[in-house]
């Protein structure tokens, strides 16, 4: 018989006159893998703060390890022992990778007698996930798998039973996956159970055991990997946002080589070869942060290229690329780094405009001409604040600024980082719309 870990029986939340959950069923099963797959990001937050602090709740209980833990009419004083291992770390720097394990688990005074066994898990992770960490090794001094890996060790000390997985595969790539997933049931099997949020059934699809789909703040659909299709997921998705989430459509490969990198040498980058064809969509992924760093910096014209050769249709580029009008850039997470909030709506969609900083009745008469022709693109939007606008408004914004720049080539960092299902569809759109353009 399965052992529950944790079960939310009907649970409603509200938080600052707003639902955050409602009628919200799960439970999670000991020593299993769970999914979690967020269509958007309401009730997220909620759910997580639910699961390790007992906030108020107005309807449901919910029980960790067979223990009501938190009602409408009682909930517990102290936090709970649930993990959550996400981008934010939750080591504290100064300290060792011993020291947060033992004193951060509230284990400090096993040390003499738990130190050679706390050595003996470091060897078996090393030989199952293939990472090695020294117990001395300062804590800031991790990469970010790492730092995940040593969380784990810090909940299994502390005796946790459930962790918490927040959106890895925004964070991580290739190999370092797959390294997870081994670490995963290696602590699966060592009674530990995982639940496992993500916004992409691909990644959920590669190891969880049963999975649900959670759409604003609710529970809809729950099957196990038996009952799992892709295209029934599909299909759920399509009939949640109407329309289904598809690649940006490349153009064929016979379209001329519209930008090139021969040689190219920065502060970062060691002879970087590639091309991308007119109307081409090309993706780059690697577990190499460096090299998303140097393309990043290159493009956005903060360092300078020390040699080789970058061509636009056929012809050098002489100035940084941050400064030719021909290169687009949009960075990660667009909506915090590449707006300004002191700034209107008109003057932020604008300001990459050629003569758009000219004389006020000029901007005055591109400004009224815009409104006109986007309006019911982009809907009410114009007199608003910055930070009044939606996530999605914001997202908006920035292509739409591309767009009037009109680029022949636009490098686009991380496009898909931390975004939910609904806002993951909304660039792939915004993509195709610069593909349609001719950009690349």
């Given at each position: 018989m ?6 939310m029986?009907n649970v ?6 707003i639902?955050?959950?409602?009628h919200?069923n799960?439970?999670?099963y ?5 999914g979690l797959m967020t ?5 997220v937050?909620?759910?997580l703060?639910l699961?390790?602090?007992n906030p ?23 936090p ?5 291992v ?12 011993a020291?947060?394990?033992f ?9 003499v007698?738990?130190s050679r ?9 090393e030989?199952t996930v293939?990472v ?13 798998f790492e730092?995940?890996m ?11 039973r ?5 959106d890895?595969?925004?964070y991580l790539?290739?190999e370092?996956?797959?390294?997870l997933h081994?670490?995963?049931r290696?602590?699966?099997s060592?009674?530990?159970s ?7 059934y691909e990644e959920?699809?590669?190891i969880?055991d049963?999975m ?6 609710t ?6 990997r038996?009952s799992?299709e892709?295209?029934?997921v599909a ?14 459509k ?6 001329h ?9 920065t502060?970062a980058?060691?002879?970087?070869d590639?091309?991308?064809r007119?109307g ?7 577990e190499?942060?460096a090299l ?7 493009a956005?014209?903060e360092t ?5 050769q ?6 050098p ?6 400064l030719?009008g021909?290169?687009a850039?949009i960075?990660?997470?667009p ?7 002191d700034?209107?709506y008109?003057?932020?969609l604008?300001?990459r405009?050629?003569g ?7 901007r005055k008469?591109?400004?009224r001409s815009?409104?006109s022709?986007?309006a019911?693109q982009?809907?009410?939007v114009?007199e608003k604040?910055i930070?009044?606008l939606t996530v ?6 920035v292509?739409q600024?591309?767009?009037?720049q009109?680029?022949r ?7 898909f980082?931390g ?5 993951r ?5 915004q993509?195709r ?5 001719g950009?690349?």
């Amino acid at each position: 018989m399965r052992t529950e870990v944790l079960r939310m029986d009907n649970v409603t939340m509200r938080q600052w006159g707003i639902t955050q959950m409602e009628h919200f069923n799960f439970q999670v099963y000991g020593g299993e893998i769970m999914g979690l797959m967020t269509v958007n990001s309401h009730g997220v937050e909620a759910l997580l703060s639910l699961l390790q602090s007992n906030p108020p709740i107005h309807f449901g209980r919910v029980y960790y390890r067979e223990e009501l833990i938190n009602s409408h009419i009682y909930s517990k004083a102290t936090p709970n022992a649930i993990e959550v291992v996400e981008q934010r770390s939750h080591l504290v720097n100064g300290l060792t990778v011993a020291d947060n394990v033992f004193v951060l688990s509230g284990a400090h005074r096993r040390w003499v007698v738990r130190s050679r066994s706390f050595k003996r898990r470091l060897q078996i992770l090393e030989q199952t996930v293939g990472v090695e960490i020294s117990y001395d090794r300062l804590a800031e001094d991790l990469s970010f798998f790492e730092r995940c890996m040593v969380e784990l060790l810090k909940a299994a000390e502390a005796g946790v039973r459930l962790v918490v997985l927040r959106d890895m595969g925004h964070y991580l790539a290739g190999e370092d996956v797959d390294r997870l997933h081994r670490a995963v049931r290696y602590f699966t099997s060592c009674g530990m159970s995982f639940l496992y949020i993500s916004n992409s059934y691909e990644e959920l699809g590669r190891i969880c055991d049963r999975m649900a789909v959670m759409y604003n703040g609710t529970v809809i659909h729950v099957a196990d990997r038996a009952s799992w299709e892709r295209g029934r997921v599909a299909a759920l998705l399509e009939k949640l946002t109407g329309a289904a989430a598809v690649p940006p459509k490349s153009a064929p490969a016979a379209g001329h080589i519209c930008f090139a990198m021969h040689g190219v040498r920065t502060a970062a980058l060691r002879g970087i070869d590639l091309s991308v064809r007119s109307g081409e969509c090309l993706a780059i992924r690697t577990e190499d942060r460096a090299l998303l760093d140097g393309l990043r910096q290159l493009a956005s014209g903060e360092t300078p290229l020390l040699s080789g050769q970058v061509l636009l249709d056929g012809c050098p580029v002489r100035k940084p690329l941050g400064l030719d009008g021909r290169v687009a850039y949009i960075a990660e997470n667009p909506s915090e780094s590449m707006l300004f909030p002191d700034m209107s709506y008109l003057r932020n969609l604008t300001f990459r405009i050629p003569g758009s900083t000219g004389a006020w009745w000029r901007r005055k008469a591109l400004h009224r001409s815009l409104k006109s022709e986007l309006a019911d693109q982009l809907g009410p939007v114009f007199e608003k604040r910055i930070d009044e606008l939606t996530v999605r408004e914001q997202y908006s914004l920035v292509f739409q600024r591309i767009l009037l720049q009109r680029p022949r080539v636009l490098f686009c960092e991380q496009p898909f980082w931390g975004n939910d299902m609904l806002l993951r569809q909304h660039v792939v759109e915004q993509l195709r719309r610069q593909l349609e353009r001719g950009c690349s």
